[in-house]
């Protein structure tokens, strides 16, 4: 089977900080492929359920707020950025807070079906490298690359740590794992669209990867469908 770049859809998976943004960031850049965060949007929308106070149980007050909620991505020299309603959200959905916020939100069937929708007509087309925690097992089942990256808790949680830090945010290693072993639990066993590999997903273990190796491993899948793969 050989497949036309531009119509090819990439899903990545997995649990936090298992590498899926950085490797499908770099995956669409030298591919030329549209890069969708959809981690980011379930953060944005947390975010504004923090913001607005509105009560998950509230179904009109939720359904009302969706429909009038704009999460939109885009680029700019320094990398990929989120608006929230016109506002750029980047640093605001990577708190900890919000990482403890989007755990029921993101479980929430209402928020899924939007957002899932969203994604959907993001990648009508293809040409797309998603990632996520139901990309190649939900929101885009006919993937025809599909990855599901995993790594060791402990390596996760120094990775994410360091991530933090870098924004300013100094949390200890301990409680950086604590906090990412329960939302990878609560992802895993929710009723809408737990975290799983999908069957026909090719499992990545990254602990002792390199970004680079992850990068190369996932290109090596894209050159067994795309036969004479330029890169960017
Ligand atoms: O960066 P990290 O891997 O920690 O998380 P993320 O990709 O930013 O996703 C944040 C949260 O959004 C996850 O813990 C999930 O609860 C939720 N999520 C989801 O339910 N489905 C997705 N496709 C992506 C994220």
């Not at 009560?55 to 704009?70: G, R």
């Not at 990878?184 to 066993?189: A, G, M, P």
């Not at 996932?218 to 890169?231: G, Q, S, W």
């Amino acid at each position: 089977m050989s497949v036309d770049l531009k119509s090819l859809v990439i899903a990545i998976d997995g649990p936090a900080s298992s590498g899926k943004s950085t490797t499908a960031r770099l995956i669409a850049q030298k591919l030329g492929l549209m890069y969708l965060d959809t981690g980011a949007m379930y953060r944005a929308v947390a975010l504004k359920i923090y913001r607005t106070g509105i009560e998950l149980t509230d179904k009109a007050a939720l359904q009302k707020m969706l429909e009038s909620t704009k999460v939109e991505q885009f680029c700019t020299d320094d990398g990929v950025h989120f608006s929230l309603d016109g506002d750029d959200v980047s640093e605001a959905i990577r708190t900890p807070d919000i990482s403890l916020w989007v755990g029921p939100v993101s479980e929430h069937g209402m928020v899924r079906e939007y957002l899932v929708e969203w994604q959907r007509a993001i990648g009508r087309n293809g040409g797309i490298v998603a990632d996520g925690r139901d990309i190649g097992t939900v929101v885009f089942p006919a993937a025809q690359v599909k990855v599901y990256l995993n790594a060791d808790a402990h390596v996760r949680a120094l990775r994410r740590q360091k991530e933090l830090f870098a924004r300013g945010i100094a949390q200890s290693a301990e409680e950086v794992e604590e906090a990412i072993v329960k939302r990878d639990h609560r992802d895993s066993t929710r009723e809408h669209s737990p975290l799983s590999k999908a069957a026909d997903a090719v499992e990545i273990d990254t602990t002792h990867l390199t970004v680079g190796d992850q990068v190369e491993q996932v290109l090596a899948l894209v050159r067994k469908l795309v036969p004479n793969l330029a890169l960017r």
